[in-house]
């Protein structure tokens, strides 16, 4: 059985730092691109970062670029999401989510639960 | 980037009824275009792949339609664990993208 796990969100300052980590099992993760999606309150869903299963190639919505940085360490199963230079408008709940085996890693048939992130002073 | 705009933002039926819901891209995504229904409280669920693909165990009720620009998620005949918001989002370009949604309501 698939299972995704989120951990490290909370409450952090402007202009701080925060790391996310996915713990990922019952699947081959190294053979399979992930993504973080988030959500602020009461809002839509946001696409935030892709990374290939090698890590070899990552994505960023304009929204992150150059704040967040998206990695994973295959020999711990986790996917990770440095998130520096934190705004106001960065809270939100954020999703680890894995492509269900037929969309070329970019579609989503697993989540985590979620992790919030709350950026305020 | 490639802008999804679903219509219309709300949609208020009653169990039983059919549901039409529309997503448009600025530009052409080709069938590349996914459709999620998500719950309060709850993480999205994928119903929809490459337009017209339903997902693993998702009800027949359920179908999808479109290629280019337009598509449409179609539920049959409501059920009244449907009433939710429903989301689409592209893989045709980088950076990814969603629809802001449409929350489907009870009547």
């Known amino acids: 059985e698939v299972q995704l796990v989120e951990s490290g969100g909370g409450l952090v300052q402007p202009g701080g730092s925060l790391r996310l980590s996915c713990a990922a099992s019952?699947?081959?993760?190294?053979?399979?691109?992930m993504s973080w999606v988030r959500q602020a309150p009461g809002k839509g869903l946001e696409w935030v970062s892709a990374i290939s299963g090698s890590g070899g190639s990552t994505y960023y919505a304009d929204s992150v670029k150059g704040r967040f940085t998206i990695s994973r360490d295959n020999s711990k199963n986790t996917l990770y999401l440095q998130m520096n230079s934190l705004r106001a408008e960065d809270t939100a709940v954020y999703y680890c989510a894995k492509d269900p085996g037929y969309c070329g890693g970019d579609c989503y048939g697993y989540w985590g639960q979620g992790t919030l992130v709350t950026v305020s002073s | 980037e490639i802008v999804l705009t679903q219509s219309p933002a709300t949609l208020s039926l009653s169990p039983g009824e059919r549901a039409t819901l529309s997503c448009r891209a600025s530009?052409?995504?080709?069938?590349?275009l996914a459709w999620y229904q998500q719950k309060p409280g709850q993480a999205p669920r994928l119903l929809i792949y490459d337009a017209s693909n339903r997902a693993t165990g998702i009800p027949a009720r359920f179908s999808g339609s479109g290629s280019g620009t337009d598509f449409t998620l179609t539920i049959s005949s409501l059920e009244p664990e449907d009433f939710a918001v429903y989301y689409c989002?592209?893989?045709?370009?980088?950076?990814?993208?969603f629809g802001q949604g449409t929350k489907l309501e009870i009547k």
């Open positions: 530009q052409s995504v080709s069938s590349y």
């Open positions: 989002q592209q893989r045709s370009n980088w950076p990814l993208s």
């Open positions: 019952g699947f081959t993760f190294s053979s399979y691109a």
